[in-house]
């Protein structure tokens, strides 16, 4: 139990285009959904907390014109880069909330390339 | 301080000898404690939650957690040149329950 998944795995795109990653909780109901980033050889950091119906909540210094989240049902939450530039290469990943528990189940990440 | 703190290591033991460790966290508040375990280029993976004082065991994982000294710790038995990872050390702070806080991560080799 417990799976999440992401989709793409890995992108590669031009600087300027949009790119739109999206997470599923496959056997359970996700509450929440929270997004990250790390860089290589660097921790996770949190970028956003998404409830489902409601607007997400971003951390300091996330630009929410730039990293637009959707939470639109109990299984889904999707990530857009809008307008990506090189600077946001990196590896994105999701996790997700079951109920009351705090245990986040992660996603196995997107790696995404800006040129 | 960081909120949640890890020596980053790396932490080097042989095959078979006993892997230990540690997180210290800054709120005292704090209830919910998570051991990640994340292999290079991929993403974590839970492996131990722990709650309550004491400690926790799960097959050759033992998670320890001392709330008055704000330390929890693993210790993986018999470890095997696959447990080799960073381990990341995540608390559920207090005065925000809906996030966790990760530590930078430790990291393990086990050299056979």
């Known amino acids: 139990g417990a799976v999440v998944s992401q989709h793409p795995s890995w992108v590669i795109c031009k600087s300027g285009t949009s790119v739109k990653i999206e997470c599923r909780s496959l056997?359970?109901?996700?509450?929440?959904m929270f997004w990250y980033r790390q860089f290589p050889k660097q921790s996770l950091m949190l970028m956003a907390t998404?409830?489902?119906?409601?607007?997400?909540?971003?951390e300091q210094g996330v630009e929410k014109d730039k990293f637009l989240i959707n939470h639109a049902s109990l299984t889904l939450s999707t990530l857009t880069v809008t307008s990506a530039h090189p600077e946001d290469s990196s590896f994105y990943i999701c996790?997700?909330?079951?109920?009351?528990?705090?245990?986040?189940?992660f996603g196995p990440g997107t790696r995404l390339t800006v040129l | 301080q960081k909120e949640v703190e890890q020596n980053s290591g790396p932490l080097s033991v042989p095959e078979g000898a006993i892997a230990s460790l540690n997180c210290t966290y800054s709120?005292?508040?704090?209830?919910?404690f998570f051991w990640y375990r994340q292999y290079s280029g991929k993403s974590p993976e839970l492996i131990m939650s722990?709650?309550?004082?004491g400690d926790k065991e799960d097959g050759r994982f033992t998670a320890q957690l001392n709330k008055a000294s704000q330390y929890v710790s693993l210790l993986i038995r018999d470890s095997q040149p696959s447990d080799s990872a960073t381990y990341l050390c995540?608390?559920?702070?207090?005065?925000?329950?809906?996030?966790?806080?990760f530590g930078t991560g430790t990291r393990l080799q086990v050299f056979p």
């Open positions: 998404s409830n489902e119906g409601s607007k997400a909540t971003y």
């Open positions: 996790s997700a909330r079951a109920g009351v528990s705090n245990e986040q189940f």
């Open positions: 709120d005292r508040g704090s209830q919910s």
């Open positions: 722990i709650y309550s004082n």
């Open positions: 056997d359970f109901q996700a509450t929440t």
């Open positions: 995540a608390v559920n702070m207090y005065r925000n329950t809906d996030k966790l806080i």
